[in-house]
């Protein structure tokens, strides 16, 4: 008895705690389907002109293709990046690591608006405002730290005596890290990717400084949205933005258990 009332009472704070973080998602699905045309809780009636307005809107839905290509390229460029420095300083070690490590993820670290100002005002004399390459030169610094965080935790239990033992073997060190360090080190990479894509695609503080009429995010395109009229396509994002999420991150931890339970 003793030791069910713990596990009862740790299982009844987790459940709460669950609920108060997905409680704003639970408001805004709802929402999403509301027949008046504002955002209203709880709703009354039922309609999915919402989410028809959403791919039917040539502003909602090219703001989705927009920020949909910048999140691909930004998860593909930083992933590469983020690897080859992860690897960089891991083999470094010492003070320098140290250093090259704190320069890197200071991104993370800088408040949000400072790195906006800075950037909209080197692109200002680059004529990157507005631009594909903008976003994605941008959202890539953003991304960048979370992907030399993720690679780095993976090289961190990584055992480098394989390598080693791959190269008396015959294997190139190119040879080797193929075979060997990536395989080992792909699920920090590949949570890296995960991270660098939801990033770009989330991003909007830096967004808002580099947004031009002709390319707009679609974190952008909510923002202005909520500010001018509230309008309930906002939920209707919002809801699929989470289900896809959600779906995309079950993925991934259900591949991660199958690669776990194959060991």
Not at 122 to 134: E, K, M, S
């Amino acid at each position: 008895m003793r030791r069910i009332l713990p596990r009862i009472l740790l299982g009844t704070i987790c459940v709460l705690i669950a609920l108060w973080l997905v409680a704003p998602t639970l408001v805004v699905v709802p929402m999403s389907f509301a027949e008046q045309k504002s955002l209203v809780f709880p709703p009354s009636g039922f309609s999915l002109q919402w989410y028809e307005n959403f791919f039917t809107n040539k502003q909602w839905y090219g703001s989705l293709i927009v920020s949909l290509k910048v999140a691909l390229i930004v998860a593909l460029l930083a992933t590469v990046l983020g690897t080859l420095a992860a690897i960089g300083i891991e083999r470094a070690k010492g003070r320098s690591a140290g250093i090259l490590r704190a320069i890197l993820i200071t991104p993370i670290i800088i408040p949000g608006v400072v790195m906006a100002i800075g950037i909209y005002a080197v692109y200002l004399d680059t004529r990157l405002v507005g631009t594909l390459t903008g976003y994605v030169l941008a959202h890539t610094m953003l991304a960048l730290p979370f992907v030399v965080i993720a690679v780095g935790a993976s090289l961190s239990v990584f055992d480098a005596r394989l390598e080693t033992a791959a190269a008396s073997l015959g294997a190139s060190r190119l040879s080797a890290f193929f075979t060997v360090t990536l395989p080992l080190i792909l699920p920090g990479i590949l949570s890296g990717m995960l991270f660098a894509f939801v990033t770009s695609f989330d991003e909007v503080i830096v967004s808002l400084f580099i947004t031009s009429p002709q390319a707009t995010t679609l974190p952008v395109r909510i923002f202005a949205s909520i500010t001018r009229d509230s309008d309930p396509t906002v939920a209707a994002v919002g809801s699929l933005t989470f289900l896809a999420t959600t779906i995309i991150i079950g993925a991934g931890l259900l591949v991660g258990t199958r690669r776990g339970r194959s060991k």
